[in-house]
């Protein structure tokens, strides 16, 4: 299989045509405008809706049916229930029992409680996966298995896709936790409560059809109602819908490596040094292990010096909650949960607000949070000397890890990445990314346990930094010290011509590219 | 000035061109379906917005000029501040002084605060107002004086207006009691505090622009965010933006009229020996003296009883917070606060809930809250023998009210109209209505102070009634009855031939049209 690619802005050579579409390749930061109309959706009608309110049916398979599931259609989900998911095999089991082929899955992120969708792929029943392949999945991607080609976007850059036409979603299925019969849905309630539904939003507004699931119906109305009734065609009542205790993911548990431990601590004092922890500044920091130890370093700070945050952004866990509910911050602005004390404190405390990709990271919208906040502490799998990142391979090529918000939260006012100079004696720090998905020009700087390089761009913060005791370092200098210890540079990935996945930049143009590894 | 009129499924005779445009006639109830998409509204992106997010501008000549005002636009408001508004006239000063012509109002409601208006309809500022005119330009447009021709939308049917791309707002003027320079901005704080700003959810989602004016800037986030800074333009801040205790109207106030007491007494006790008024049962009751009365008979019944609602639908005002505060019901769904009580409830109370056109009465959606109510209780200023209703005209035919969530509320699961059997020796019980609002086999009740009449279609509530203590009587026998005590029908209208306002049904099609009065 050849594929014609062109060469973007950032000098990668991309696929212009993706399973049969044309994308627009990369044309840099803030260059590409939209000058077309968001996605009409069908105008609906109170006619073919029952007057009552009452949309339930009896099983997954009816529900399908009614929504006129057929050959070719493409079908959604969210993963607020991360590895606790336990609604989409279900769907496809039903979809391959009806015997339909060819569908597309368009997950916010799929997890490895997912591998079950593998016999779906290979039977014909899914024809390509679009969104985040965790786990098994994203090996079988990268395999080149699949028989169409996957497409990555971060969480806003799925929103966009959605909003702009570029994504028609045919049928929406979103699991909710508390329901009512209308349609109206919480995630912040009921015995799988996960806390938000952000990342269904979108489906819900633009999909044809939307199924809720659910194992908590209620009595009208379901408040809050995250999602709208009003855009919901069908409810299906299971026995269980998720397993909310598998939110805590393996990326969702602080770190006990004393690098690591160190590395967030340089972060933490580097934001305090430059001056950017004052009062009401803001700060969003991931949920990788070393993102929590930062978040703990920093609030000991705010602690320390009397700083209150206006807003600190999550992906919420229990240390955040801390933070709220401690008053280190007015606001918790929330586009998932990543634990249970996350959940309780958004149903229970109304400065935990519940936020989307729409408010928080569509790019193709009149502004949005994320460039708002003063601090993005985000996580890489490689850095390049130009400060380039790269979030979903290694230097082994395999596709392993989803874009999530990363993207997105990058136009933050200062964007740094704690990480470690290697792993597994493979240097993190290299000559030029395997994928990119993020340019250097949104990257200021990069924290190692062996120094904090700052992007020569941002001679703001080189000057604030003069005469710190923190090891500012020369990212080429930090680069030969890990070759040196790493024995080299990383070895080429061994990847073969076939392009597996198409990495999409937060205005819907294509970045990059991963091929197949084994080739 | 002759307007080409067609017969409609309800024998009315209305235009099938309003302003140049064709717009279907009402083609029955649940008979007309929109086989179409929905407004597309411009992709925008963040390239084009400040990054730090501030969208303050200096004043509101300078939001609209970076919004392109010019010739011809329609520029929208909402009536959230009721006659309270202080901003929709500085809009149209402001327009004048910029030379502008010809635009289209599109207000959500226009009070007598709003006379000042007539100035820029005379000048050619404006050319027409598409919305309820309340007062001295409900005179101006009944005199005939306007250009063009007036459409009356329901508070739902405005949703489905812009929704449907019917009506497409040019700038949409959101006033707004909190903002932050993002543009997020909420109704239940600030020192204009007026409750909620549900009725500009449609006009920021679709709208070219969107200008917030506001007298309480305060540091993002603003929460809630009832409007989403995501969809806003421009911030303008002024000295005062509303008068929110002129949000209490006359409409708003108890009756102390002995027959319309008995009336609400008599519409209470009909809901109770009905068997409606059970546990977890829902009712809207409108802000109209006779309703606000009604809502009181019926909490001392359900106090009574012990029974409890499930939800409670206002426009808020003291008597429904205090049946919430009081946990006669579990929720109270509001679309309007109608005084600083239910203001106050809103910001401070979790189960008084902000709702908007768009899920509670928009027909274009998968279905509304308005059809899951169990009993709505509304006000009319003519009935006629088949329970045909009228709400915006009295016999006289002079355009004097707006639709408000009226035609949205009849598809409530039993339709009451309360109201006295004549006015000012007038029938209000007629043989036709002067305008056609509600067509008759929505509604369900007509209670006088001299009986109440039961829909014959209904035949499960006159079973019901069968025996009951209250006037039950046959609305001939109430019309004649009524007629002998007025010495007679009413005198027809005296008006022309020129139609000087469309009414619209909640489908958008035409269901009548209010002629010149005085020809």
Redesign the interface.
Known sequence: MTQNLTNNAAGRMVPSTINGVKHPPFSGV?KY??Y??????????????????N?VVSDLKTALQKCGLKDGMTISSHHHFRNGDLVANQVFDTAAELGVKDLRWFPSASFPCHAPIIKHLDSGVIHHIEGSMNGPLGDYCSEGKMRGMAVLRSHGGRYQAI??GEVHIDIAIITAPTTDP??NATGDQGPSACGLLGFALADSQYADR?IIVTDNLI???C?P?QI??????CVVVLDKAGEPEKIVSGTTRITKSPDRLLIAEYAARFVAEAGIMQD?FSFQAGAGGTSLAFSIFLADMMREKGVKA??VRGGSNKYLVEMLEEGLTD?L?DGQTFDLDGVRSMREN??H?NTSP??SY????????A??TDVAVLGATEVDVNFNANVVTHSDGKLLHGIGGWQNCL?G?CTMLPIPSFRDRIPVIVDEVTTLCGPGELIDVIVTERGIAINPQRTDLIEKMRGSSLPIVNIHDLKAEVEDICGGKPTPPNTGDKVVAAIKWV?GTVIDCVKQVGG
Chains 1, 2 share one sequence.
Do not use: E
């Open positions: 803030g405008k939209p077309r109309r968001k996605a009409a959706p069908l105008i609906p009608t109170c006619v073919d809706y029952p007057t009552d309110g949309k909003q702009d209308f349609g939307v009595p009208f109305p408040i109602w709208h009734g009003n855009y919901v065609d009401n206006r807003y606001y602005l109304p400065r607000i729409f408010t569509n790019y193709h919208s009149k502004g949005n949070f460039s708002l136009f006012k205005d």
